[in-house]
């Protein structure tokens, strides 16, 4: 079964500085990815996909994030943060034959002013 | 176009009782899957409907259960409930089987808490 890592479970950055949140899938054989956003006490939002289509996937929101197979990566980046970015980020992955999303811890973002 | 939908937004119950939680998916959609966010635990997967029958189940006791209606509806039922199924439950909703990369739609969220 397919598993991601979230590295890092709190992440701190100043307003206007860049947001890095890192993910790390398990297979071998590129699965598909996904982004999703949690504000509090919120259901989940997608940000982003990863279908095989371009490594590079750009988001809603000004989020975008690169599918590096040589690194079984897919970090979500942001250039500039803005205080409306303060949420809890989960990285998911399904099986190219399954259906479910198998979800990450979460990463916490929290935005300086 | 309405999102995914779900009743009740809170629910208070006590052990061994019986919670039934429900889901309405956007329109058209005809698959629904609950994924029970707990505190330590995170997000995990519980259960994927799709035109009416259950095509998985993630790894939770059987007192755990659910059906999906002709109008592809949802309703999780979590039976002898113990103080550890405090959580908040979510319920998505994709296009039909077949397209895996179509997205999953969340709802709100139940949360469940268990006295």
């Known amino acids: 079964a397919q598993s991601v890592t979230q590295l890092g479970s709190h992440v701190s950055v100043s307003e206007g500085a860049l947001v890095l949140l890192r993910c790390n899938y398990s297979?071998?054989?590129?699965?598909?990815l996904f982004w999703y956003v949690q504000y509090p006490n919120q259901g989940l939002q997608l940000l982003l996909k990863?279908?095989?289509?371009?490594?590079l996937v750009k988001g809603i929101n000004g989020f975008e994030a690169e599918f590096k197979k040589s690194e079984t990566s897919f970090h979500l980046t942001k250039p500039s943060a803005h205080m409306s970015d303060a949420a809890e980020y989960f990285c998911?992955?399904?099986?190219?034959?399954?259906?479910?999303?198998?979800f990450g811890a979460g990463t916490t973002v929290t935005v300086r002013a | 176009e309405a999102g995914v939908t779900q009743s009740p937004t809170h629910l208070i119950k006590t052990r061994g009782q019986q919670a039934t939680l429900r889901c309405s998916p956007i329109?058209?959609?005809?698959?629904v899957y609950w994924y029970q966010q707990a505190l330590g635990l995170g997000l995990q997967f519980l259960l994927w409907?799709?035109?009416?029958?259950?095509?998985n189940r993630g790894n939770f006791p059987p007192r755990f259960s659910g059906r999906q209606f002709p109008n592809y509806s949802s309703e999780l039922n979590v039976n002898a409930l113990e103080l550890e199924d405090s959580a908040l439950y979510l319920c998505?909703?994709?296009?039909?089987?077949?397209?895996?990369?179509?997205?999953?739609?969340f709802g709100p969220g139940t949360r469940l808490l268990v006295l």
């Open positions: 990863y279908t095989s289509a371009a490594t």
């Open positions: 998911a992955v399904s099986d190219l034959d399954d259906y479910k999303l198998s």
């Open positions: 329109s058209g959609h005809t698959s």
């Open positions: 998505a909703s994709s296009l039909a089987e077949g397209l895996v990369q179509e997205t999953q739609y």
């Open positions: 409907y799709d035109e009416g029958e259950e095509r």
């Open positions: 297979s071998s054989v590129p699965p598909y």
